[in-house]
């Protein structure tokens, strides 16, 4: 099978993007910027095929596995299939999918297939906030936010400035995250320092990447920055990346609000990704009262023998 995978990286980034967005998709993986994000943690590499198409080989501790083919809705079938048979054939393995999204499992009607075990990714589930109370923080559910927000707008009145970033400020950034991650200290997440390496690469290649950068200086110095991406078939903002200063009260509310406000002015929908389980996450993505979520899911074929 001529499945010719190749590692992501940058300039691959603006022939792939037209391969996404195609149909109904609401995680974050909807866009091209998360796969290079993590395409180090992941080891993530890619086919195109036909010009229709997207395939993917991943791999985590040492098991591959693949994500849902990027292409059109009624050519998911066809693509799907065929990742299964390089897996079988090719791989001598079983079909192994992550982060498999609500609406590609539906379509294919894997939770009724005998041949696939289909199974929901909990703490991976991306969290969906409606894009005008996002912008506003109106109503009771999001009085608390407001409050910290005016808090900050206030005790910084006169000191602050909310700016689009490029390329050029990237030494800025990097000297936020080299504070960030010192205050982290050793008790870490692995994920986190592949996280600010996706950061550092893409502040290297933002000029080539479909990506909106955000940044608050106080004082003249960076405390707050966000990136994101818009996927147009959902009408919806991704907020890949969002990094503050926790000393600052207001100050992430104040980067939510106004990155949306200046950036993404009229989106239906807002994407902050997932919690990974982490409980303290959770209760933060849970307080700006989410209006839905985007559910993955674990796919693995059954009953399957390697041809001798």
């Not at 592949?194 to 933002?206: P, Q, R």
């Amino acid at each position: 099978m001529d499945l010719q995978f190749k590692p992501i990286q940058a300039a691959d980034i603006e022939k792939l993007t037209a391969f996404f967005c195609q149909r109904p998709n609401k995680t974050c993986d909807s866009v091209a910027l998360d796969s290079f994000i993590w395409r180090k943690y992941y080891h993530v590499e890619f086919a195109i095929r036909d010009g229709k198409a997207i395939q993917w080989l991943m791999e985590e501790d040492g098991v591959k596995h693949t994500a849902m083919p990027m292409c059109e809705e009624e050519d998911l079938p066809h693509y799907f299939y065929e990742i299964v048979e390089y897996f079988n054939k090719v791989l001598k393995r079983p079909l192994r999918i992550y982060l498999a999204d609500e609406e590609a499992v539906e379509y294919l009607k894997l939770k009724e297939s005998e041949d696939f075990i289909v199974t929901e990714q909990e703490d991976l589930k991306d969290y969906l906030y409606d894009g005008n109370a996002m912008r506003t923080l109106s109503g009771k559910k999001l009085h608390k936010k407001k409050n910290h927000l005016n808090a900050f707008l206030k005790e910084y009145e006169g000191r602050y400035e909310f700016r689009r970033l490029c390329c050029s400020d990237r030494d800025d950034v990097w000297k936020f995250l080299d504070k960030w991650r010192l205050q982290k200290g050793d008790d870490v997440e692995d994920h986190l320092d592949y996280e600010v390496e996706g950061i550092h690469e893409i502040l290297k290649n933002c000029s080539c990447l479909n990506v909106r950068m955000a940044g608050v200086y106080i004082d003249g110095r960076l405390e707050a920055f966000t990136i994101g991406s818009y996927n147009p078939l959902e009408d919806m903002a991704i907020i890949h990346i969002e990094k503050a200063n926790p000393e600052i009260r207001g100050l992430y509310q104040f980067i939510n609000q106004q990155f949306l406000v200046h950036e993404f002015p009229q989106v239906k929908l807002v994407n902050r990704e997932d919690d990974l389980g982490q409980e303290g996450l959770r209760h933060a993505k849970m307080s700006y009262n989410p209006c839905g979520f985007a559910r993955k899911y674990l796919v693995e074929q059954k009953n399957f023998k390697p041809e001798e």
